[in-house]
């Protein structure tokens, strides 16, 4: 069957297929930001060749190749790589990621939640409840604790301003060059590319990871990493399971070489009941839900976004599918 294609720019129609999220919220906040906009929900998408968007999140691969006049893809979250991993995803479609102004503050309260909670020993004075033991710690001031962000997107820059307000002395790393952001007390220090990253490493205290996935950045939380961190670190890892090598997370935590880690984010989720972490003294472990995707927040720069496309101007926060984000 051949489609003819047409703008409904009166009417436009998005599906709702977001597996596992319900969709009542959702369609609601679009509703309010995009009165015009009609919202299916599947499977009750009627005609496919009706459908010019679709708000996407853990769907089956090849689900999306069945809507031949797609305009736009809609990303549930701020990441991107269970998308890409759709071989069949229609190439010539954009695809916006999730650019909630609402993910970059959550992101920070928890960084920075973590981050205080290491700083002042809270680990240490746990375990000396356990074992009713009375012995205070000298406190440490912040400027003298060296904290590192691997990944300074929107939501890496604001988490490290977070903590640079705080004192910290706080240094960013991404893959490619990017200008630090002002805090208070100064700019935040940012190093890049391959010949950037051991420089940033060394000697840090506490080491936040907010990448994106990647296939440069897959396995990056490893023994190699770890080793170059000063001694007894602590490691918050808030952005995709798959960075961490979780064999040589446990090594460096026997080793001593870390004291802890904060783990949001799981190569399986949910985290299977029997996996070792569990059970692991050293490990905080989250649901992954360090900053959760909310409709009330997000849903208005979903809908600049069609708007945008129905205009015909640019589209906000396009991934770029070699890079990965």
């Excluded at 790589?81 to 999730?98: G, H, K, S």
């Excluded at 981050?115 to 400027?143: E, F, N, T």
Aim: aromatic share 8%; glycine share 8%.
């Amino acid at each position: 069957m051949q489609y003819i294609c047409r703008m409904r720019s009166n009417n436009p129609v998005l599906l709702y297929a977001c597996f596992g999220v319900p969709a009542e919220r959702w369609c609601r906040e679009l509703r309010r930001a995009l009165p015009q906009l009609e919202i299916r929900e599947w499977p009750d998408a009627g005609d496919p060749a009706e459908i010019d968007y679709v708000l996407a999140w853990n769907h089956p691969h090849g689900f999306l190749r069945q809507f031949p006049c797609l305009r736009v893809i809609f990303s549930l979250g701020a990441g991107v790589d269970r998308l890409l991993e759709d071989a069949q995803l229609p190439p010539d479609v954009p695809l916006v990621r999730m650019a909630d102004p609402g993910l970059a503050v959550l992101m920070r309260e928890f960084v920075i939640m973590q981050a205080l909670y290491y700083h002042r020993d809270m680990p240490v004075y746990q375990a000396q409840q356990r074992a009713a033991l009375w012995r205070q710690l000298p406190p440490v001031s912040a400027s003298e604790r060296r904290v590192g962000v691997m990944g300074m997107g929107q939501i890496g820059l604001h988490c490290a301003e977070g903590l640079r307000e705080l004192g910290f002395d706080v240094r960013g790393w991404g893959r490619t060059p990017r200008a630090g952001g002002a805090g208070a007390g100064g700019a935040v220090a940012v190093m890049s590319g391959r010949e950037g990253l051991a420089p940033f490493l060394r000697d840090l205290a506490i080491l936040v990871c907010l990448l994106p996935l990647t296939g440069e950045t897959r396995g990056i939380l490893n023994q190699k990493t770890f080793s170059l961190l000063a001694r007894g670190a602590y490691l918050i890892h808030v952005a995709r399971g798959p960075h961490l090598v979780e064999d040589d997370l446990i090594a460096a935590l026997d080793s001593g070489q870390l004291s802890g880690a904060t783990i949001d984010v799981f190569a399986h989720e949910p985290l299977p009941s029997e996996h070792r972490f569990w059970r692991d003294p050293r490990l905080i472990l989250t649901p992954h839900v360090s900053a959760l995707t909310r409709p009330q927040t997000a849903a208005p720069r979903l809908a600049e976004n069609i708007r945008r496309d129905l205009a015909g101007e640019p589209l906000l926060d396009v991934v770029d599918r070699a890079r990965g984000y």
